[in-house]
């Protein structure tokens, strides 16, 4: 996911993506635990989306604050 196609989603639409990608990190924490993880990256990949989405969400929400300041 590129943060380009990110900044075009509605903060909302943001929100589900990320509690989407948590569920799919707890899935991916489970398998690595239990050793059925075949693809030990997909973890990275998946935390780094989501570091993504979370300073996305926080530059919306300080720009929204911005602009009602004003």
Request: aromatic share 2%; hydrophobic share 35%.
């Amino acid at each position: 996911m590129k943060a380009v196609e990110l900044r075009t989603k509605e903060l909302t639409d943001l929100e589900k993506e990320l509690l989407a990608l948590r569920k799919i990190q707890f899935g991916l924490r489970l398998q690595l635990k239990t050793q059925q993880l075949a693809d030990i990256s997909q973890v990275k990949k998946v935390r780094r989306d989501i570091a993504r989405i979370k300073t996305i969400i926080r530059e919306k929400e300080d720009n929204n604050e911005f602009r009602q300041s004003k």
